[in-house]
C-alpha cells in the first residue's frame, strides 16, 4: 500500500506524463495547421511506419522523463524548498530533458520526424509541466495558509534554546503549515532502542505517534552514532519526515549548496551577488528608467517643488548623509517633508526624542509636530522619495536595493553591517514591498534587507518592483 508520499509522486507523475501527452497533441494540431512536413501523413491513410516513429517518439519522451526525474529527485517534497531554488531546479531539468530527448530522436534516426514537430512539441510540453508544477507548489502554499491540511512538527536537540529559536522558525514560516511545534531536549530523551542516550540525538518513539515531521538538530556522531542512527531509520519506517538542521552556524543570510564527502552531507555557503553580466544589465536598467521617469515626471516634480516652497519656509529638498555600497557616504534626495528646525525640535523635548528612539527613528502616525504642511501627504503617497531619481541616474542608488541607512542606524545590524553594505540601496525593496512602517520591530527590517541580499537576482528585483506599484496604491505602511 502507497504511503501519502509515494502517493503524491505517483499522482504527479502521472499529471507530468499527461502533460507531456497534450504538448503531443497540441504540437500535432500546430503542425497539420502549417502543415510541417511529413505531419501530414498522420491523416487517416497515412502511412504506418511514420504513425509508429511519432508513437515511439512519444512513449520515448515520456519514459526519459521519468527516467530523468527519478535521478533529479524532481518530486520530492518541497515544503522546506525556497521558491526561487525550486524554479531553478525546475527549469534546470526541464532543459536537461529536452537536450536529452533531441539527441535520443537522432540517434535513433527517425526519417519521418518533423524537426519544428520535435521543437514545437518540446516546447509545450517543458511549459505544460512548468505550469502544473510551480501551480501545484503555489496552491499548497496557498492552502497551508488558509489552515488547510496543518502538521504537526517535533524539534529534538541537546541545546534547548537552539531548538525553541528554530521551532519559532518554523511556525513563523506559514508556508510550512505547521499547527504545532513542539520541543523535546535530546540528551534526556530515551533512545529508540530503549537505552538513555548520553550523548547524541534520542528520541522517544512512542511519544511522536502524532507526529509528521521530526527535526533533529546538531546531530553529531559521538559515542552513540549508531543509536542516532538507529533512531532516525525507526522514524523513517514510521513514515516521518526527518530532516537533519546543523546548528553550529545559522546560514539564513548566505546561500546554501548541498553536497556530500564520502557520503556525508557539506554545507556550503556563499554571499549573494549579481554576477558582472547581471550587474551590467541592472545597472544599465536603472540608468535608462531613471532617465525616463524623470523626463516623463518633471512635471510632477516641478509642481512639487512650488508646493513645498510655497507651504512651508525653507528649501524644497531634503538631503541627508546615508550609507551606500561598501559603506561609502553619499546624499540622498527627498522632498522635504519636515519643518526646518525639526531637529531642534527633538532637541527641546527630550520625553519626544526618547519616543524618537523607541519608535526606531520614527515617530507614531499622527504623533509628530516636526511635520510640514505637505508632509504628511508626500510621505502617504511615496512622491516625497522622487529624487531619489537623481541618485538613481547617477549610480549611487539603484531602482531595487535595501533600505539607504543613516551612518548612526548601522550599529543596529552588528556583524552584519559589512553584508548589508554589499549592495548598493534602492528606492524600493523587500521591506518597502512588506509593510514598511508596519514592521515596528527593527531587527526585521534588518532581516528583510538581508534576506534581499540572499535572494538577489534580476528576477528578484521585477518581483518587487511590480509589488511596489500595489503597495505604493495602497499606502501600505506609509509613515
Known amino acids: 500500500m502507497l504511503n501519502p508520499q509515494n502517493s503524491r509522486e505517483a499522482a504527479e507523475r502521472i499529471a507530468d506524463a499527461i502533460c507531456i501527452f497534450v504538448g503531443y497533441l497540441l504540437a500535432t494540431e500546430i503542425a497539420l495547421a502549417f502543415q510541417w512536413g511529413r505531419i501530414r501523413i498522420l491523416l487517416p491513410g497515412g502511412a504506418s511506419e511514420a504513425k509508429s516513429q511519432y508513437s515511439a517518439f512519444l512513449v520515448l519522451a515520456i519514459l526519459l522523463w521519468l527516467t530523468l526525474t527519478a535521478y533529479t529527485e524532481t518530486y520530492r517534497p518541497h515544503r522546506t524548498e525556497r521558491l526561487n531554488f525550486l524554479v531553478r531546479g ?32 518540446i516546447a509545450t510540453s517543458m511549459v505544460f509541466i512548468f505550469i502544473r508544477q510551480l501551480g501545484t507548489v503555489v496552491v499548497l502554499r496557498s492552502l497551508r495558509r488558509s489552515a488547510h491540511k496543518w502538521r504537526t512538527a517535533v524539534v529534538i536537540g541537546d541545546d534547548e534554546a537552539t531548538c525553541e529559536h528554530f521551532a519559532g522558525l518554523l511556525t513563523a514560516a506559514h508556508p510550512m503549515g505547521y499547527q504545532r511545534v513542539d520541543v523535546q531536549p535530546g540528551k534526556r530523551a530515551v533512545g529508540c532502542n530503549g537505552n538513555r542516550a548520553e550523548s547524541g540525538i534520542g528520541c522517544k518513539c512512542a511519544s511522536l505517534e502524532a507526529i509528521d515531521d521530526v527535526y533533529l538538530v546538531g546531530v553529531n556522531d559521538g559515542t552513540d552514532g549508531s543509536a542516532s542512527a538507529g533512531c532516525m531509520l525507526t522514524l523513517l519506517k514510521q513514515g516521518k519526515s526527518v530532516h537533519i538542521v546543523p546548528s553550529l552556524l545559522d546560514t539564513r543570510l548566505f546561500r546554501q549548496s548541498l553536497g556530500d564527502i564520502a557520503g556525508i552531507p557539506v554545507l556550503s555557503v556563499s554571499k549573494g551577488e549579481l554576477s558582472p553580466i547581471q550587474a551590467a544589465v541592472k545597472r544599465a536598467v536603472d540608468f535608462v528608467v531613471s532617465a525616463l521617469l524623470l523626463i516623463v515626471l518633471s512635471p510632477v516634480i516641478v509642481a512639487i517643488t512650488v508646493a513645498v516652497k510655497l507651504t512651508s519656509p525653507g528649501p524644497a529638498f ?93 550599529v543596529h545590524y552588528g556583524d552584519s553591517a559589512m553584508l548589508f553594505m554589499s549592495a548598493k540601496p534602492g528606492m524600493t525593496g523587500h521591506w518597502q514591498v512588506s509593510g514598511r512602517s508596519e514592521i515596528a520591530e527593527y531587527g526585521k527590517r534588518v532581516e528583510l534587507d538581508l534576506e534581499y541580499i540572499r535572494d538577489q537576482s534580476i528576477g528578484k528585483d521585477l518581483e518587487i518592483l511590480l509589488r511596489t506599484v500595489p503597495a505604493v496604491l495602497r499606502r501600505k505602511g506609509a509613515n
Open 90 to 121: 525546475l527549469t534546470q531539468t526541464l532543459l536537461i530533458w529536452s537536450l536529452v530527448t533531441i539527441a535520443v530522436i537522432f540517434a535513433l534516426r527517425f526519417e519521418f520526424l518533423s524537426r519544428r514537430f520535435t521543437i514545437c512539441f
Open 318 to 410: 531634503f538631503r541627508q548623509k546615508r550609507l551606500g555600497l561598501d559603506g561609502k557616504p553619499f546624499t540622498l534626495f527627498k522632498f522635504r517633508t519636515m519643518r526646518t528646525d525639526a531637529e531642534q525640535i527633538l532637541k527641546d523635548s527630550p520625553s519626544l526624542h526618547a519616543k524618537y528612539l523607541q519608535n526606531n527613528f520614527k515617530l507614531p502616525k499622527g504623533e509628530d509636530p516636526r511635520l510640514a504642511p505637505l508632509g504628511g501627504f508626500l510621505r502617504a503617497t511615496s512622491l516625497d522619495e522622487l529624487p531619489q531619481l537623481f541618485n538613481v541616474l547617477i549610480g549611487e542608488m539603484s531602482l531595487v536595493g535595501p533600505r539607504p541607512i543613516v551612518p548612526p542606524e548601522a
